[in-house]
C-alpha cells in the first residue's frame, strides 16, 4: 500500500533562518506531488505541484521554493522566513495516470516569530 | 475555469442529528468530485470520490453525497451525526486530465453539540 511521510510535524523558525520541510511517498512510482498551505481559518493554497523528477510548477508567487530531487521526495524550501510564512503545510500525492483524488500527509505546522 | 462554493462556513448540529453540508461547483464537463474531512492539526482524508456512475456514492464513516448535474452540486450527507464528526470538511472538483489540479471549496467547520 502506499504511504506519505511528512517532517516534521511542527518548526517554530525566527524571521530570515531557511526552511526545508521534506515528504516522501512510498509504495507508488512517478506520483504527482503537491504543497499546499492552509492559514489559520483559511482554505487550501496550492502552493507547488510536480509531475516529475526536476519539474515544478509555482502556483503562487512567494519567498517559497520546491524541489524534486527524486521520484518519490519533494521538499518545501525558504532562504529566509517571513512572519507571513506562518501556517498549516500539507504535502500530497496523486496517481498520473489516473484521476483518483489526493492522499494527503499529517502537515507541519510553521510558526515564525 | 474550475471553482467550488461551499455556502456555509461554520454549521452547528446535535449529535444524532442528521447532516447536509453544501457544495456547489463550475465546470464546463463532467467533473471530478471529492469530499475531504480535516481533524484539528490533521491532514486531509478522502471521505468519498464522484467520477462517473450512480449519483449517490457513499464513502467512509456512514457518509454519503449525491451528484445533481443540473444544479451543479455535490452535497455531502450523514443520517446521524456522532461527536467524533467535528471536523473540518472540504469539497474539491478536478478535471480528467492528467496531472491537473483539484479546486478545493474553502470548507465547512462542523461542530456538534453533546
Known amino acids: 500500500s502506499q504511504t506519505i511521510h511528512q517532517w516534521p510535524a511542527t518548526l517554530v523558525q525566527p524571521v530570515g533562518s531557511p526552511l526545508s520541510l521534506e515528504c516522501t511517498v512510498e509504495?507508488?512510482?512517478?506520483?504527482?506531488l503537491y504543497w499546499y498551505r492552509q492559514a489559520a481559518g483559511r482554505g487550501l493554497q496550492l502552493l507547488f505541484y510536480?509531475?516529475?523528477?526536476?519539474?515544478i510548477s509555482s502556483e503562487v508567487p512567494q519567498n517559497l521554493s520546491a524541489s524534486r530531487p527524486q521520484d518519490r521526495q519533494f521538499i518545501l524550501s525558504s532562504k529566509k522566513l517571513l512572519l507571513s510564512d506562518s501556517g498549516f503545510y500539507l504535502c500530497?500525492?496523486?496517481?498520473?495516470?489516473?484521476?483518483?483524488?489526493?492522499?494527503f500527509g499529517s502537515g507541519t505546522r510553521l510558526t515564525v516569530v | 475555469a474550475q471553482s467550488v462554493t461551499q455556502p456555509d462556513i461554520h454549521i452547528t448540529v446535535s449529535e444524532g442529528a442528521s447532516l447536509e453540508l453544501r457544495c456547489n461547483y463550475s465546470?464546463?464537463?463532467?467533473?471530478?468530485l471529492f469530499w475531504y474531512v480535516q481533524s484539528p492539526g490533521q491532514g486531509l482524508q478522502l471521505l468519498l470520490k464522484?467520477?462517473?456512475?450512480?449519483?449517490l456514492v457513499q464513502g467512509i464513516k456512514g457518509f454519503e453525497a449525491e451528484f445533481k448535474r443540473s444544479q451543479s452540486s455535490f452535497n455531502l450527507r450523514k443520517p446521524s451525526v456522532h461527536w467524533s464528526d467535528a471536523a473540518e470538511y472540504f469539497c474539491?472538483?478536478?478535471?480528467?486530465?492528467?496531472?491537473?489540479?483539484?479546486?478545493f471549496g474553502p470548507g465547512t467547520r462542523l461542530s456538534v453539540l453533546p
Open positions: 464522484y467520477f462517473s456512475g450512480d449519483t
Open positions: 474539491a472538483v478536478g478535471a480528467a486530465n492528467y496531472g491537473q489540479n483539484f479546486v
Open positions: 500530497a500525492w496523486s496517481r498520473a495516470t489516473e484521476v483518483s483524488g489526493y492522499t
Open positions: 510536480s509531475v516529475g523528477i526536476g519539474q
Open positions: 509504495g507508488t512510482s512517478n506520483p504527482n
Open positions: 465546470y464546463g464537463a463532467t467533473p471530478y
